[in-house]
């Protein structure tokens, strides 16, 4: 719904996450192309996504110096 600011590759390449200026962070299927997780608890763009080393996890930062995990 709004501009993409970031973009991380799970290390297995099956996962894409996705950093919003809408304050979302989402996890695609690249397989499918189907979105798989959407976290919207942050206030502000999200300017940062990762995945965790063991691709569990996907971490996202935004603007206002909030971390959601």
Do not use: Q
């Not at 979105?35 to 935004?62: C, Q, Y």
Request: glycine letters at 14%; a negative charge; hydrophobic letters at 45%.
């Amino acid at each position: 719904t709004a501009s993409v600011w970031s973009v991380a590759l799970s290390s297995d390449a099956k996962f894409a996450a996705s950093g919003a200026m809408d304050g979302t962070a989402r996890v695609w299927d690249i397989g499918t192309g189907l979105e798989v997780g959407k976290f919207a608890d942050h206030t502000s763009l999200v300017s940062a996504v990762a995945f965790t080393p063991n691709g569990k996890w996907v971490v996202s930062g935004d603007f206002g110096g909030n971390v959601v995990y």
